[in-house]
């Protein structure tokens, strides 16, 4: 078994203190932000990095970063990683929103979200309730419209154990956990927050590591996210923190996975469930180093094939997958232009490469002969964007 080497690099797991762990893939010199906007090509190509050691712990099954160090890591306002501008990204929200309202009789209730963001998912909760919500993010902008005036409070901080309490009937926290490098501690804190006999429901939704280790989507392992969950380690650290679950389910597309659990009583006797074979991680976690290496091969092929025959290339959405792949293969004038719809993007540069994102309006001035689409969820959606622009280049999908 092969052990992280980095001196740097933890010899532990985060999720369960094992030290029963292996190497997957290591991966050298990678912007730690994929939410930051740089202001100049020049901050972007000179933004902190960090070296990622990708790790399955084989007793939880959690796969972790053991280089990460969260030093070079700030979260302030100018971090903007949101998805809210995307029709079918809307849509998924607001149907969650409604599920979890409907599921839990959240009428009139009291909400915490732990790394709210903008406020946008607890703005619907309070809406649709209609309920109470404060919210925890150090990159809340206060100058951001409130999506619930009258009901939605903001907190310019990181969540502490003695913000909660017991008062919340919903305690929140979307595509946040993955970012922490210490989660059990985590939780065990937000567990002792509320109290003994509580019966506060607690969903977390964070990215599903099947989605990468099964559907190879590589372009999701990113520094920020020190560690990666699937049912297995997501429920093990659940329980291990005080928990019984809930629900336990994958969302959009598999894309995402979520927990859905309420504190235990003390003394009971709670165990993380069982998965299926098909949701198991370790078999994949194995095989993953090879699989990795030929999905960048394959990679390099095309752009060296689109890049000898002189087309014009474009990326669409200047998100984490993006500052991923560009990074990768430290892509320059490869790629002609990298847009995203949203507003507060454009105008900024990608981190480490250095690309100015561009509204897809600028496309028409520069019309790409290709089009790298790196979730393909977004396929048909950013199709009739192009269509309405008068553009119909080739689609390439770099990501399930």
């Known amino acids: 078994m092969a052990t992280p080497t980095t001196s740097q690099a933890r010899t532990d797991c985060p999720g369960c203190g094992s030290h029963s762990i292996a190497v997957i893939v290591e991966i050298a010199d990678m912007p730690v932000h994929v939410g930051s906007l740089w202001p100049t090509e020049q901050d972007a190509r000179s933004c902190p990095r960090g070296d990622i050691v990708l790790c399955h712990c084989t007793r939880c099954q959690l796969i972790f970063n053991a280089a990460f160090d969260p030093k070079p890591l700030e979260y302030t306002h100018e971090y903007d990683n949101s998805l809210e501008a995307s029709a079918v990204f809307r849509d998924f929200a607001t149907s969650l929103a409604g599920d979890l309202i409907d599921r839990y009789d959240l009428r009139d209730k009291t909400i915490v979200e732990i790394g709210c963001g903008k406020g946008e998912f607890i703005g619907q909760l309070c809406k649709l309730g209609p309920n109470k919500g404060l919210g925890y993010d150090t990159t809340y902008d206060e100058k951001s419209p409130n999506p619930a005036p009258g009901r939605l409070e903001f907190v310019k901080a990181h969540y502490s154990g003695d913000q909660t309490g017991s008062k919340a009937d919903l305690v929140i926290s979307r595509h946040v956990f993955e970012h922490i490098p210490e989660p059990l501690s985590f939780l065990q804190t937000l567990r002792e927050s509320l109290g003994q006999d509580s019966d506060t429901v607690v969903y977390?939704?964070?990215?599903?590591?099947?989605?990468?280790?099964?559907?190879?989507?590589?372009?999701?392992?990113?520094?920020?996210?020190?560690?990666?969950?699937?049912?297995?380690?997501?429920?093990?650290?659940f329980v291990r923190a005080g928990f019984e679950i809930i629900r336990l389910n994958d969302y959009f597309d598999d894309q995402f996975l979520a927990i859905e659990a309420r504190p235990c009583r003390p003394g009971a006797d709670v165990k993380a469930p069982r998965v299926s074979e098909n949701l198991q991680v370790g078999a994949r976690a194995r095989s993953f180093a090879t699989h990795f290496a030929n999905t960048k091969d394959e990679w390099n092929r095309k752009l060296r094939e689109l890049k000898d025959a002189g087309k014009k290339v474009a990326i669409w959405a200047a998100g984490a997958k993006t500052v991923s792949f560009v990074n990768f293969y430290g892509l320059g004038d490869e790629i002609d232009s990298i847009v995203d719809i949203n507003p507060r993007k454009q105008g900024a540069f990608m981190p480490g490469s250095g690309h100015e994102i561009l509204s897809p309006e600028a496309l028409v001035a520069n019309p790409p002969d290709t089009v790298i689409l790196m979730n393909s969820k977004y396929r048909d959606e950013i199709a009739a964007q192009l269509e309405s622009l008068g553009l119909a280049p080739e689609l390439l999908s770099a990501g399930v």
């Open 204 to 237: 977390f939704e964070v990215p599903e590591v099947l989605f990468i280790l099964r559907d190879l989507s590589i372009w999701d392992i990113v520094y920020e996210h020190c560690n990666y969950f699937g049912h297995e380690s997501l429920g093990d650290i």
